[in-house]
T-cell receptor, first 115, second 113 residues
Framework: QQQVKQSPQSLIVQKGGISIINCAYE??????FPWYQQFPGKGPALLIA?????SEKKEGRFTISFNKSAKQFSLHIMDSQPGDSATYFC??????????????FGKGTKLSVIP | DSGVTQTPKHLITATGQRVTLRCSPR?????VYWYQQSLDQGLQFLIH???????AKGNILERFSAQQFPDLHSELNLSSLELGDSALYFC????????????FGSGTRLTVV
């Protein structure tokens, strides 16, 4: 119930192409879905996030598509650049009691953008 | 620089030992969360403190404990260390108790030999 399943595990995309990473969840209590980008030796950094009352959110080259009925959400990176090469994590927030909310993370997708 | 400071960056210790990881949250943030990142398990939530009070526990072993001090910095104590405890340990801070505004530190890489 608390899992977030992320695919693919790794992805190689040509420069200028579209990178697509998918996540699926079971717990309908999840109500906030962020994506994080992590470079080697660094902590995850928030990239973009969405709440389930909208189906799409776009920020620059990054778009989240959200399908509430299918319990799936995805990250699209348009015009992928070598600088986008990193590990991407989807996550979902749920209430864990005592006024606390926690994130459940997918296992990550290692994206390599080749020139 | 995210504003969340974790020390030390690297730690190598022997099995059975005890270590303390430190996290200073961003200025103004009241919440500190600890996560463990390993290759096979990904990022796993350990524990959450808000303004000095423990608010939630995740997959934290009994050998591990944490606290948040009056100045809001937090420490994660790991004892009776085992090889399997080798991982990256991240803390994140946020202004409130929700995930919006989460900012992660750069992590402490713990190697148990």
């Amino acid at each position: 119930q608390q899992q977030v399943k992320q695919s693919p595990q790794s992805l190689i995309v040509q420069k200028g192409g579209i990178s697509i990473i998918n996540c699926a969840y079971e717990n309908t209590a999840f109500d906030y879905f962020p994506w994080y980008q992590q470079f080697p030796g660094k902590g995850p950094a928030l990239l973009i996030a969405i709440r389930p009352d909208v189906s799409e959110k776009k920020e620059g080259r990054f778009t989240i598509s959200f399908n509430k009925s299918a319990k799936q959400f995805s990250l699209h990176i348009m015009d992928s650049q070598p600088g986008d090469s990193a590990t991407y994590f989807c996550a979902a927030e749920s209430y864990s009691g005592a006024g606390s909310y926690q994130l459940t993370f997918g296992k990550g997708t290692k994206l390599s953008v080749i020139p | 620089d995210s504003g969340v400071t974790q020390t030390p960056k690297h730690l190598i210790t022997a099995t059975g030992q005890r270590v303390t990881l430190r996290c200073s949250p961003r200025s103004g943030d009241l919440s500190v969360y600890w996560y463990q990142q390993s290759l096979d398990q990904g990022l796993q939530f350990l524990i959450h403190y808000y303004n000095g009070e423990e608010r939630a526990k995740g997959n934290i072993l009994e050998r591990f404990s944490a606290q948040q001090f009056p100045d809001l910095h937090s420490e994660l104590n790991l004892s009776s260390l085992e090889l399997g405890d080798s991982a990256l340990y991240f803390c994140a801070s946020s202004p409130s108790t929700g995930a919006e505004g989460y900012t992660f530190g750069s992590g402490t890489r713990l190697t148990v030999v």
